[in-house]
């Protein structure tokens, strides 16, 4: 028999959790290509699908200027999707979300009860 290791841990995990629905809004430089915007973006999705997630809705809603400046930018490219998810990856989807250099602010909701 063979010791389990931490990641097949929480395989086990988020087979038995239920998947949640989820809001993601986030906010892409808009300092980045056209390419690279699109490369953000499907990473965010295969992040999601990759996990065992399935994405229902995402729009782009394109350039739009900021409230106020975020790390000297007064516009940004705004993207919703709306997916579900096992919780067990929501923070994992966050740190990833908060260490890209292309992603200025985004804000995970969980929908419902």
Known sequence: ???KT???????KTEDQPLH?????????PEV???ALEIS?????????????????????????LAYPIKRFLEGNYVLA???MSPVWSKELEA?????EDVLRHL?????S
């Open 33 to 35: 290509s056209d390419e």
């Open 21 to 29: 629905d989820y809001e993601l809004i986030y906010i892409i430089s």
């Open 6 to 12: 931490k990641d097949s841990k929480l395989e086990l």
């Open 108 to 112: 995970l909701i969980r929908m419902g």
């Open 41 to 65: 973006i499907t990473s965010v999705s295969q992040f999601i699908t990759g996990k065992g997630g399935s994405i229902s809705d995402e729009e782009r809603w394109g350039k739009k200027k």
């Open 82 to 84: 709306r997916f579900k």
């Open 1 to 3: 028999m063979t010791p």
């Open 96 to 100: 990833n979300l908060r260490i890209s």
